[in-house]
């Protein structure tokens, strides 16, 4: 990233971030990390790189960058597309359901549109005054698990992953948001860790990426581990258990919420006999459904 000359002037925040932009652009590199546009993803590693905060001030993007300024800014606009590391493991920080999230290649980047369903408290799904026991399968960096949280400050909220390192990121997380008296984390195959406890709510975004198109995913994929997303040859794997074993674990009147993305046609093809109901989203995505607890009993 060449110096940005305004008649002789240092280049000015705002100057780094349109001209890092202007890069990724032509590098052709893949978002949806966090961040679905150029501008946003070079804002977010200049931002970093000058240690300006995510909400920076107007007046800040006017602000002259020194040239060491410059050079961070230009490292990781390098490392973005030599690498094709997504943004936000570049800068260790991302936002779910307007909270910080610390992520790093050891968990899923947080994507999903449960944040728009857990803002509104699975309203009108579920009566949110009643619900005092959530668990989030699968949680990766404790996003959903935290949102939920916060969402329901009366409830208690349990969070399952299968893999030790993902815990440890959650575990940070936690401390972060200082929720370790309500949030407990379990090393847990599915819900095998929670034998015998129900829950009001059931939230899960699992693996579900079949073997053909984790081949086709983008390169900044090969960096999010590969058990969080690979879920068998039709991604179906994961999505499997937890139907086969949520109805045992759904409180009456309870709600299981399942993110399956592009698998979503898979699921109606697998399981025709079940009443979905797919979420739509005021902010763009999809393949989430939900199913009540006496929905469910049409497994048993």
Known sequence: ????????????????????????????????????????????????????P???RPSLYRRPVSEAGRRRAEHLIERRIRERIPAVYLTGLTWFAGLPIHVDERVLIPRSPLAELIERQFAPWIDPARVRR????????????????????????????????????????????????????????????IEGET???????????????????PPEYRHEPRMALAAGPAGLDSVTVILRNAGRHLRPRGILVVEVGNTAAAVRRAYRHLPFTWLEFERGGGGVFLLTAEQLQQLS
Do not use: W
């Open 1 to 52: 990233m060449k110096p940005v000359s305004h008649r002789g002037r240092k280049p000015t925040v705002l100057q780094l971030i349109e001209l890092g932009a202007r890069r990724l652009r032509r590098a052709g590199v893949f978002f949806g990390h966090g961040t679905d546009n150029a501008r946003d993803d070079s804002a977010a590693l200049v931002l970093h790189a000058l240690g300006l």
């Open 199 to 217: 829950y009001d709510i059931i939230v899960a975004n699992p693996p579900y990426v079949g073997a053909r198109e984790l081949r086709s995913l």
């Open 54 to 56: 995510h909400e920076a």
């Open 134 to 193: 959530i668990v989030d399968v699968g949680t990766g960096s404790g996003c959903i698990a935290i949102a939920c949280a916060k969402a329901f400050p009366r409830a208690r909220v349990d969070a399952l992953d299968i893999s030790p390192e993902a815990l440890e990121v959650a575990r940070a997380n936690v401390r972060r948001h200082r929720l370790g008296r309500r949030l407990s984390l379990f090393k847990s195959d599915h819900f095998s860790a």
